[in-house]
């Protein structure tokens, strides 16, 4: 004899109390629940109300014009754009109405349901026994919702849709027949009741989206899929927090769903999306925007972009300091108010450049607004500690005020929905890493949120010559996608190999077909664009007249002789080298050697804070407004960091050897303004190559692409109508073959391969029945890791520098604060978390390769400094009194002046 399992409470409910005469058990399937408030619910019914109700909302107030557009090309055929909206718009509602469907299982019910008082009793008093489910996690309720889906004759291509709603890969394998009491019940006994539930809620959502049966439903392709499960994603996580959407009493009667939608939307006070009206004076436009006249870079590339008939890629190649970024502005503007873009994303190679840039992006995103609130997204590891960027917090579309005044609105800001990592390219004006971009086509949980936020926005990629082959990689893939969204692509650079110009050109066709492009490849400034899936080029305009820079050799025991000779008149001197230890020990010497002179050491191996206070000094001291007095016997010796972001001008310049187009970039700090008067012995730029041990060197960049720099170098440079020429030598693939050539190539080979490893293959867009499960068919797991995988090499150690004191006091670095001591017993404020954090530095390459030996070795956080969001998680690396330290039996030492530096075994 069966026995059955005697409840000790039955609650009856009155249907009619809750929602009147049509109720049905699947008013009583749950969706939400609070663990330890057991009197708290959403029912499976309401919160799929509540995610269809945002999906229209976002659809109708949100979504840029340019993706519903796109979606309504590709998902309908309808020629009248009002009706292919509407057709659209149900099709997202159906999504959502269906995407927890899963839910409406023995597997889910189960789980939740002792989390509701007496919802177990009620289901089992509604014919439906929750007993002795003994697998429920084996059917996840998105992998449930792609089966039952498919089991009721809906598309793939639907159903994966659902199944991929929580962003991640899910088992597609026959889950019915594996896991039959998951779907049916104990010994599937409730097979016709379940389905029956399941049939009900389907025609339900049919019928409301306005499909008679499911083969009325469209079949959306692969790019559709990626866009609609990311705003499926993107309503479900709004509709599932109780900020928006509070939960009920347990059977409560749900509230009206159009105040409940009402309340919930003006709690989350989203903007509506940007729209460019059209632009009839484009000189006009540059002139209001930035405040000069266009040149004739600036007024051509406006020029061609008007005149495009669809969306395509812009590449940009001109010198530096010629007004690369205001152009790609002024063209994004245009492009925007063309293809109905509702938002920009500019990417830059560091955290550096992004936060160099941030002010001029943020200053001209304030004059899009027009009297609407729109949002901005600095969009990097660090931006906690950009204050320009914190400044515009605390706000949101009724309530932001302007720096200056507060009783001035300001129409941008920073809204705090999209301050997640996976939400940051969903604002309205993004400027970031490239990283970010590059992500896109990462196997990596929510991906489809990336897509997203790029497919409605112009996208602009700055100095996309500082992208390895590893990276190159991820760009390509990406520029694919934007490609199939019909985004438009504005690429600058000072100079691109042809080889390089030409991939990125097939990148965003996605072809591998050769490109037909007539330009002489000796142009420049040159642009290269497509329209209409064709490749065109036009050498452009250059209204400022060519420079010569005298080219000399240098031994590296003439350098302290030689910078005492050119400077003997004053004027200031840059020596760009290609290690930071390198940058240490040439400072040191000539500090040394040349005390009259004064020496700044500049490289990545200070702490966020010194760092920092360097680029406020080099920007006074040799920046664009820089005095003859600010300029006078100065010295710089650094690294790559001096060719990038910062706007500084030189007198005389040396540089180690590095490959040409990053040589050519460096020459952008030499006499880079007409402002200055230089000495008499400075009046003739000139760069000198350093001849130093180029093991270091070599290893960065490989021994071909120095020797071949080396080779066609000339004694002067003409800028900038040499640097086409220069580059396209140093990087043509050599009629005979050598060493050094076979092992550049196999390292580009190794790169390429080793980043394919997680990329998604962009080639299977071209096929039309391809679903996500087939593209996402791995993913690389944690943020960080992901970050991690878009870039070679192996992952930074970062940690905390801060000073302790023989009694074990923690303390800020003798020149910060005071050297303050910093309490360890209570939670940092927020204010002094955030100066903290801004003593971050990155450890040696040598620590990295014992990543794991490092960590071990390396201080804890104290326990309450853990309760600070912004320190949660750190590492510490703490000096003695002398700034001194031990890890791994290497000696360190920081300063002010040189930053972090291994104490050789010979110094104090």
């Not at 914190?390 to 300001?410: H, I, K, M, P």
Request: proline residues 3%.
């Amino acid at each position: 004899m069966t026995n059955k399992r005697k409840y000790s409470k039955i609650i009856y409910v009155d249907t009619a109390a809750i929602k009147g005469d049509n109720m049905s058990v699947i008013d009583f399937m749950a969706a939400k629940s609070v663990p330890f408030e057991k009197n708290k619910w959403l029912s499976f019914v309401t919160h799929s109300e509540d995610t269809s109700d945002i999906i229209c909302r976002l659809f109708d107030k949100w979504l840029s014009k340019h993706e519903c557009d796109f979606i309504a090309e590709y998902l309908v055929d309808h020629a009248d754009k009002d009706s292919a909206a509407k057709a659209v718009r149900n099709y997202c509602r159906l999504t959502a109405l269906l995407h927890d469907i899963g839910k409406i299982t023995p597997a889910f019910q189960s789980k939740i349901t002792d989390n509701i008082e007496g919802h177990r009793e009620l289901l089992y008093q509604n014919g439906l026994d929750l007993d002795r489910i003994n697998d429920p996690k084996s059917s996840p309720h998105n992998a449930a919702g792609y089966a039952i889906l498919t089991e009721f004759g809906f598309s793939d291509e639907t159903a994966a849709i659902v199944g991929f709603h929580h962003g991640r890969t899910f088992s597609s394998a026959d889950q019915i027949g594996n896991y039959p009491t998951n779907y049916y019940g104990r010994g599937s006994k409730q097979k016709r009741e379940w389905r029956t539930l399941w049939n009900e809620w389907i025609e339900h959502s049919l019928s409301i989206c306005g499909y008679s049966s499911v083969e009325d439903v469209p079949v959306p392709d692969v790019k559709l899929q990626m866009l609609v499960t990311a705003l499926l994603i993107m309503s479900d996580w709004i509709a599932s927090n109780t900020y928006y959407f509070p939960l009920f009493d347990t059977f409560e009667k749900p509230a009206d769903r159009k105040s409940r939608l009402s309340y919930a939307w003006k709690k989350l006070d989203l903007p509506l999306y940007w729209e460019v009206e059209p632009i009839f004076d484009k000189c006009r436009m540059f002139e209001e925007r930035f405040g000069f006249s266009p040149n004739l870079v600036q007024r051509e590339l406006m020029e061609i972009v008007d005149n495009t008939v669809s969306p395509g890629i812009y590449i940009l190649e001109a010198p530096m300091g010629l007004g690369k970024t205001e152009a790609a502005l002024a063209a994004a503007e245009l492009l925007a108010g063309k293809y109905k873009c509702g938002g920009i994303y500019f990417g830059l190679p560091t955290q550096a450049t992004a936060n160099g840039i941030f002010g001029r992006i943020k200053q001209w995103s304030e004059q899009q607004c027009d009297g609407e609130k729109h949002t901005i997204r600095l969009a990097h590891g660090m931006t906690e500690l950009n204050e320009e960027y914190q400044s515009l917090f605390n706000g949101s579309a009724n309530d932001v005020y302007s720096e200056t005044d507060e009783s001035t609105e300001r129409n941008i800001f920073v809204h705090e929905w999209f301050e997640g990592s996976k939400q940051a390219l969903l604002a309205d004006f993004v400027i970031g890493t490239i990283d970010q971009f590059l992500l896109a086509s990462l196997k990596q949980k929510h991906v489809m949120l990336r897509h997203l936020g790029l497919a409605g926005k112009v996208v602009i990629i700055d100095e996309c010559h500082a992208y390895d082959a590893y990276m190159n990689v991820y760009l390509d893939r990406t520029l694919s996608w934007m490609g199939a969204y019909k985004v438009p692509v504005i690429i600058l650079s000072a100079t691109l190999p042809p080889a390089r110009r030409t991939g990125l050109i097939k990148a965003y066709l996605n072809t591998k077909k050769d490109i037909q492009n007539t330009t002489d490849e000796n142009a420049y400034p040159v642009l290269t664009w497509t329209d209409s899936k064709q490749a065109f080029g036009k050498a452009l305009g250059y209204d400022t007249p060519d420079k010569k820079i005298k080219v000399s050799r240098l031994e590296e025991a003439e350098l302290t002789a030689v910078m005492r000779e050119r400077l003997s008149h004053g004027g200031c001197a840059a020596i760009i080298v290609n290690t930071v230890k390198k940058a240490q020990e040439l400072a040191r010497t000539i500090s040394d050697e040349l005390s009259e002179f004064e020496v700044i050491c500049f490289h990545s191996r200070f702490t966020a804070t010194d760092r920092a206070d360097i680029e406020k000094t080099l920007l006074k001291r040799v920046g664009k407004t820089s005095s003859e007095i600010d300029r006078d016997r100065l010295i710089v010796v650094g690294t790559q960091v001096i060719e990038q972001s910062l706007d500084i001008d030189f007198d005389y310049m040396v540089t180690e050897l590095c490959p040409m187009d990053l040589l050519l970039q460096r020459t952008g700090r030499l006499h880079r303004h007409d402002t200055h008067d230089r000495p008499q012995e400075l009046t003739q730029p000139v760069i000198s190559i350093l001849d130093t041990d180029s093991g270091g060197s070599e290893l960065i960049y490989g021994k071909w692409l120095l020797e071949q720099t080396k080779k066609y170098l000339p004694d002067e440079l003409t800028i900038p109508s040499c640097i086409p020429s220069l580059v396209s030598k140093v990087y043509a693939e050599p009629n005979e073959t050598s060493s050094e050539w076979e092992e550049h190539k196999r390292k580009i080979d190794d790169k390429e391969t080793k980043a394919r490893k997680y990329c998604i293959d962009s080639k299977k867009l071209r096929k039309s029945d391809i679903t996500l499960d087939e593209l996402l068919d791995d993913n690389v797991g944690n943020s960080q890791r992901a970050e991690a995988s878009v870039r070679d090499g192996e992952d930074s150690i970062e940690v905390l520098l801060l000073t302790k004191s023989n009694n074990g006091c923690l303390r800020f670095l003798p020149w910060r604060n005071g050297g303050a001591e910093i309490d360890m017993t209570i939670t940092p404020s927020e204010r002094e978390s955030a100066a903290i954090a801004r003593e971050r530095i990155k450890l040696p390459m040598y620590f990295t390769k014992r990543f794991n030996e490092t960590i071990d070795m390396l201080d804890v956080i104290p326990d309450r400094w853990r309760e600070s969001k912004l320190l949660k998680g750190e590492l510490l690396l703490t000096l003695n009194e002398e700034l001194e330290s031990e890890l791994l039996e290497r000696k360190l030492r920081y300063s002010k002046e040189y930053g972090l530096e291994e104490i050789k075994e010979n110094e104090g």
